[in-house]
């Protein structure tokens, strides 16, 4: 017998427990996390130590962002179940992260990478734990990419800003001859008034460049100027005295690097570099950003080179004379094209190549080599980077810059684009208001939650009842709305890719007290049941939260059913669910003496005309089934 009993107590509490973890449950699919960790942890306390509820405590606290409770019920989880989920041990890895336990957090991310191999976090398994204060402060940055005014139907390309003006190359000049190679006349360089307002490029009209000898009939680009303005350095041809090409032996015009200084606002004394050949191109001129060197492109063939142009660099001494040049090496170049190379404020250097993988033809990289690493280049990707050719990188100190492309969409052979960078931003706003009378809602916390489903920002409603978020591009969002006697409301919404965008979300929070009676939608039982279903749980967790919020209150629970079945059968059953109900109520630490009684009334309350022997239809039966929670003692206003 006593075995029986056992057996009988056992079975009742792992029903309540399993009850419990399902009610949890549900508020997890709600983002309602406080209330089902709640649950979750008394269905531990009963005994479920699953790995369905460990794992969900931690996501409870891992939303909530309370690393320290998260990390300790996902260690309880990871040291039960040896076949966790692996995203369980990543989420571990970030939460210790998140405490400052760096080693813990990159012996679980080696962990995560024995399970997930392929996956491309275990990237950041770099032994220097000093990583993660870098990966903290990385934001998500958006590029604003603008096909500039001033390109033709020609090519256009190579860009450098100095001193309010833009210089580029451009074969626009129909005077020139045309070069075979595309059939379009031979480029120039032109300069043009730009101004910055916030990262807009405003540019003028352009002009050819101040001085005559530097164009001629044939090819100029690639400009580069000193910080103080007073010499720029180009390409041109290989041009004789007579202004005409030079050949090699083959019958090949080779490219040069020349350079001028300013005079009166013109540039004159043009020279030819010393490194420059007759047998061999070199070009594409850059400078670090101290001009003590000199970075260039050259395809010369000696026992340093990699492949089929290569980018070099040459020390500018102080009197003027140059060093011998020398290859970057491996760092950059290898067996194809390494071209176009910029150095930035920061000796970021930028430059295109075929040699790594890439989107097609020239990509943009940029590469860490002259500050002493040996990492490999990184793609820059799209915006950056197409299916095309492209190339002329140049950036400023404030992220905005331009580079040149033939994809597709151009207006000629070469654009040349702007771009700036910015945080892609959106706001959401909208008013919370009573679902019954439309008033706004003061006070109503509102809760901003990301597809993750954790909760990013609590905001709360102004007396108008209404809140405002900024939150990222390209995401999707739920808002929550709560306020005490209301039901929540959760709504979802997707923030586009338009900056400055304004997404309107409105909630409606259905009040639960009228006329002394605290309502909640339909109790649900199955046929000729008494226990309470989880859907049936979850509703009855509003009248539990209008009781905590009113500790003063009292209530007495009525149950009643339809016509249907007989009438003595029915005052039996509603009853057997008014008590039901009641004990969910006491389980959930409502005091006894604040329920005053639970009585079911069979069906001798109808609201409706469809008592015994009428014909009703089931909307007009199922109106007549339902549960009152009457407030006999207190108030809840809402």
Known sequence: MKTKVLLIILLISGSLTYAQSKLADKFFENFAYVRASELYEEAVANGDDSEHVLTRLGDCYYNNSNAAKAATWYKKALDKYSDIHPEYIYKYSQVQRSLGNYQEAEDYLQKFKERQNEDSRTKFILGDVKIYDELSSMEKVYIEVTNLDINTEYSDFGSFEYDGNLYFASARNTSNKLYDWNEEPFLDIYQVDVKDDNGVKALGKPGFIMAEDVNTNYH????????????????????????????????????????????????????????????????????????????????????????????????????????????????????????????????????????????????????????????????????????????????????????????????????????????????????????????????????????????????????????????????????????????????????????????????????????????????????????????????????????????????????????????????????????????????RNIAPERIESAIGYGETQLLNECSNGVKCSKEKHQKNRRSKFLIVQGKCEN
């Open 220 to 587: 100029e680009a690639s400009v580069a100027i000193t910080n103080d303005g007073k010499t720029i350095y180009f390409t041109r041809d290989n041009v004789n005295k007579r202004n005409r090409l030079d050949y090699d032996k083959k019958g090949t015009t080779h490219l040069k690097i020349y350079k001028a200084s300013l005079d009166n606002g013109n540039w004159s004394d043009i020279e030819e570099l010393p490194f420059n050949d007759d047998v061999f191109s070199t070009g594409h001129p850059a400078l670090s950003p101290d001009n003590k060197t000199l970075y260039f492109v050259s395809d010369r063939d000696d026992i340093n080179s990699f492949g089929q142009t290569d980018i070099y660099k040459v020390t500018i001494n102080d009197d003027g004379s140059y060093g011998e040049p020398e290859n970057l090496g491996a760092a950059v170049n290898t067996e194809g094209r390494e071209m176009f190379p910029f150095v930035a404020k920061d000796n970021t250097l930028y430059f295109s190549s075929d040699g790594y993988l890439n989107l097609g033809l020239l990509d943009i990289y940029k590469s860490d080599a002259l500050n002493g690493s040996t990492d490999k280049p990184k793609n820059l990707g799209a915006p950056y980077n197409s299916g095309a050719d492209d190339f002329a990188f140049y950036i400023t100190e404030n992220e905005t810059g331009y580079f040149s492309s033939n994809r597709e969409g151009g207006k000629g052979s070469d654009d040349i684009y702007s771009f700036a960078a910015y945080e892609c931003k959106q706001t959401v706003t909208g008013v919370a208001r009573d679902s019954k009378t439309q008033e706004p809602l003061n006070a109503v916390t509102i809760e901003i939650i990301n597809d993750a489903g954790v909760i990013i920002q609590t905001v709360t409603t102004a007396a108008d009842g209404a809140y405002t978020y900024e939150v990222d591009c390209n995401q999707k969002y739920s808002i929550r709305g709560s306020k005490p006697n209301y039901k929540d409301d959760v709504q979802h919404f997707i923030a586009g890719s338009e900056n400055n965008f304004e997404n309107k979300v409105d909630l409606n929070l259905i009040p639960l007290c009228f006329d002394s009676e605290i309502v909640i939608n339909p109790i649900f039982f199955d046929f000729d049941k008494w226990n309470i279903r989880t859907d049936a749980q979850y509703e009855l967790e509003n009248i539990v939260s209008v009781m905590r919020d009113h500790p003063q209150m009292v209530i007495k629970i009525e149950s009643h059913t339809d016509s249907r079945g007989r009438d003595a059968y029915n005052i039996k059953l509603s009853d057997r669910r008014a008590k039901s109900t009641r004990d969910y109520l006491l389980s």
